[in-house]
């Protein structure tokens, strides 16, 4: 039968979460178009996971090969731009992840394939395929349909999809042989490195006050920082924060640095795009202030402050002030 | 090294409120502010370090445009801040024949070769070789992108601006726009709420005096 690929990722041992999150929409998907899903997994010594994957896929194709150890894109496309000739599926889901977009546009380039990245859903209707994604840093979402093809390649954003604990599918496992002959000729993986250990684990505090893009100037970090003082919680930040060098990276609560889930989370002038939002979602109370009613951050938020938060803030961190004074 | 440095002019929509047209297939233009994608700017900055460093020029050019023109590096965002596909670098990559590697975080040229650092999630990075030619899509945060002085603009205004046609670049009608793409734009809308922050409205001090009520309540001060 035809199949509907999902590429494992994984890394240092692990299978990421989108992996299953791309799993557990691949089900819904090749269940409503009669097709086979089938997890394909690139990599070294994986029987384990294959093991794991059959209880989520119809069918686990496992590519064994030591060059596929650690990912790299030039090997990774070499190996499924021959498992998609050889098997056509109508389908292949890949995470918009570090590894997704490094591999996925240039794949679909090379088989000629419509692409579409960091999809929120997606939808057969017959053979065409309606994607939604968002633009605007999350203000707005596109519905768009991808020109018609026997093939797809789509980016799934991850947590997006809730994994849902289903009956074990018992999937086959098929293991292909590699067909990588030569040597990986252009890119090399040389290591991983770790992130360095700051002084604050904002990932343990009750309390975390999350500034971002709209405090404007480094003069302006005080007013945050204080507020964070009176609560007796600690200081986060969304990206720009940190690529401003304003707050360590060891600060920053998003896909690409931190996730908390403290008591407490106050956000202060950040517009809420997904990658900070992933990082805070799940705390238990969240407050935000921000001048764009709009703000995704809303979207997530308990309660919203729509005001300028130089006016705001400063007379919060007072009254906060005087509250635990007496 | 000769570096080519590919940038988009997307409208600045951080903080503002963003309306969806009549159309309901783009967005309202009128009343935003268009600048350089954040992004290139950091890939600009980069192309300038690395320039400076090792000598060679910078062309500003997109595409079908590059693969006649001299270069040892190609320099693009990781992606664009308005429809942030973080696909546009790779596919020209590939399109050129040549080596890629995204979101990087620090270039250090080597005999032949970038050492580079490619940002994955949760902090961690990688470290990679690629040889030349190669493209590099450049995270936010690898420098600090430089302010430019009056002087630099005017001699960046006196600078000889090419723009090319589809004719110069040989490509039809049909293989750019819309119907050159692999996909179609449906409709344009306002995420749904999955849940509605409630909004506590007043003065500054009425919302903040609200604030610390709920905070008293749930016993957080």
């Known amino acids: 039968m035809t199949e509907l690929f999902v590429l494992v990722e994984h890394r240092q041992g692990e299978i990421r979460d989108v992996t299953f999150e791309m799993l557990t929409k691949g089900r819904e998907l090749s269940e409503r178009t009669n097709t086979d899903l089938t997890a394909v997994l690139l990599g070294h010594n994986v029987k384990d996971f294959a093991k794991k994957l059959g209880e989520y896929a119809k069918r686990v194709l496992v590519v064994d090969d ?261 | 090294m000769d570096i080519v440095v590919c940038v988009k002019h997307v409208p600045e929509t951080a903080e503002v409120e963003i309306a969806v047209d009549k159309s309901g297939k783009s967005i309202v233009t009128e009343d935003l502010v268009f600048d350089i994608n954040e992004w290139d700017d950091y890939a600009l900055e980069e192309a300038v370090l690395l320039k400076e460093k090792l000598g060679g020029s910078i062309a500003k050019i997109l595409h079908r445009a590059i693969k006649d023109l001299p270069f040892d590096l190609i320099l693009t965002g990781a992606q664009a801040g308005d429809d942030g596909y973080a696909q546009v670098g790779v596919v020209l990559a590939e399109l050129l024949g040549i080596p890629h590697a995204t979101m990087v975080k620090k270039v250090e040229p080597v005999e032949g070769l970038v050492k580079i650092n490619r940002e994955l999630e949760g902090g961690l990075e990688e470290t990679v070789e690629v040889e030349l030619p190669t493209l590099l899509t450049i995270q936010t945060g690898i420098n600090e992108p430089r302010y430019v002085s009056i002087m630099g603009i005017r001699k960046a205004r006196a600078k000889e601006i090419n723009v090319l046609g589809l004719e110069d670049l040989q490509l039809g009608e049909n293989e750019v726009g819309e119907s050159g793409s692999w996909m179609t734009v449906e409709r344009m809308f306002i995420p749904p709420a999955e849940k509605e922050a409630e909004i506590l409205g007043g003065s500054p001090d009425e919302v903040t005096l609200k604030i610390v009520e709920i905070l008293r309540a749930r016993g957080l001060i």
């Open chain 1, 66 to 326: 030591a060059r596929l150890e650690n990912f790299n894109s030039e090997a990774y496309q070499e190996v499924l731009a021959h498992l998609i000739t050889q098997r056509k599926p109508t389908l292949t889901l890949i995470g918009h992840t570090a590894f997704g977009v490094d591999l996925a546009p240039s794949l679909a380039t090379q088989l000629s394939l419509p692409l579409a990245t960091d999809c929120i859903d997606l939808d057969f209707e017959g053979k065409r395929l309606d994607v939604v994604r968002q633009v605007y840093g999350g203000k707005v979402n596109v519905k768009a349909r991808l020109r018609e093809s026997m093939s797809y390649v789509v980016t799934i954003r991850p947590a997006t999809f809730e994994v849902q604990e289903i009956e074990p599918l018992g999937g086959e496992i098929v293991e292909i042989k590699s067909p990588l002959v030569e040597d990986i000729k252009y890119k090399r993986f040389i290591e991983y490195v770790q992130p360095a250990v700051g002084e604050v684990d904002i990932a343990s505090a009750e309390v975390v006050v999350g500034v971002g893009r709209g405090i404007k100037d480094e003069e302006n970090m005080p007013i945050v920082r204080e507020l964070a003082d009176a609560l007796g919680g600690v200081l986060g930040c969304s990206r720009p924060i940190v690529d401003k060098e304003w707050l360590p990276k060891d600060r920053q609560v998003g896909t690409s640095g931190k996730t908390v889930k403290p008591k407490l989370y106050i956000g202060v002038g950040i517009s809420g795009a997904f990658q900070h939002v992933t990082g805070m979602k799940n705390s238990d109370l969240i407050i935000a202030i921000n001048k764009d009613p709009k703000a995704p951050i809303f979207r997530v938020a308990d309660y919203g402050v729509v005001d300028d938060l130089f006016k705001v803030v400063p007379v919060l961190k007072s009254k906060i002030k005087e509250a635990r004074e007496e």
